[in-house]
Nanobody, 118 residues
Framework: QVQLVESGGGLVQPGGSLRLSCAAS????????MGWYRQVPGKQRELVAS??????TTYTESAKGRFTISRDNAKNVYLQMNSLQPEDTAVYYC?????????????WGQGTQVTVSA
């Protein structure tokens, strides 16, 4: 089992910045990728950015050039969000993908609200 705890959400004005943090604990040796997803009411959860343990990063198109995902070890992952816009308002979830036996298992944090509003 992997437990994920997010922090860093909040209210910010358009054009502002926020940094989300996610700390993993438990069976972290099984993790091979971590990422951030977001969800707004009535819509599917979508990938924002991900990073593999090898350092390969992936971003959704709207995040490119504004958001940066990073990790400092297998335990912590961050999302630096700059030039935030109202359409970035969502609940942001930390995700880790782990290999358990022969299966890929997704673990999720509890979510942190990001609101971009004047």
């Amino acid at each position: 089992q992997v437990q994920l705890v997010e922090s860093g959400g909040g209210l910010v004005q358009p054009g502002g910045s926020l940094r989300l943090s996610c700390a993993a604990s438990g069976s972290i040796f099984s993790i091979y990728a971590m990422g951030w997803y977001r969800q707004v009411p009535g819509k599917q959860r979508e990938l924002v950015a991900s990073v593999s343990m090898g350092g390969t990063t992936t971003y959704t198109e709207s995040a490119k050039g504004r958001f940066t995902i990073s990790r400092d070890n297998a335990k912590n992952v961050y999302l630096q969000m700059n030039s935030l816009q109202p359409e970035d308002t969502a609940v942001y979830y930390c995700n880790s993908r782990a290999l358990v036996g022969e299966s890929n298992v997704d673990y999720w944090g509890q979510g942190t609200q990001v609101t971009v509003s004047a």
